[in-house]
């Protein structure tokens, strides 16, 4: 998504609130309380947070990563039969060790 007033990217993550039980969405602002509250250049930056009543979702803005998350590029390499680099694979690592 691009926000119009200042034309930058950012990412838009959608959680359907309809088939979650109050814990579980209790649990979901908990963890967008954690995300806010993060500050590493290992975790993807949290901007903000909004309800979209008429679809009954928790959108979550995050600053955009033009390669995507580990997840898409797990499948991008199943697709093409491709292996990670081993030094790819070492830097993964440390980064979320770090992140963690």
């Known amino acids: ?9 950012y990412a838009l ?7 979650l039980t109050e814990k579980e969405k209790r ?3 908990n963890e967008v ?8 250049k290992y975790v993807t930056k949290y ?8 679809y ?8 955009y990563c033009n390669s995507g998350d580990l997840y898409q590029q797990i499948v ?4 093409n039969n491709k292996l990670f680099d081993e030094n790819e694979v ?7 060790i770090k992140g963690l």
Do not use: G, Y
């Open 47 to 54: 901007k903000e947070v909004f309800v979209d009543r008429k």
């Open 27 to 29: 649990n979901a602002i």
């Open 33 to 40: 309380r954690i995300l806010a509250s993060l500050r590493s």
């Open 76 to 79: 991008t390499h199943q697709k």
């Open 13 to 19: 993550k959608k959680v359907n609130l309809a088939p």
């Open 56 to 63: 009954n979702c928790l959108c979550i803005v995050m600053e």
């Open 90 to 96: 070492w830097k993964v690592l440390i980064q979320t």
């Open 1 to 9: 998504m691009r926000r119009i007033a200042t034309q930058k990217e």
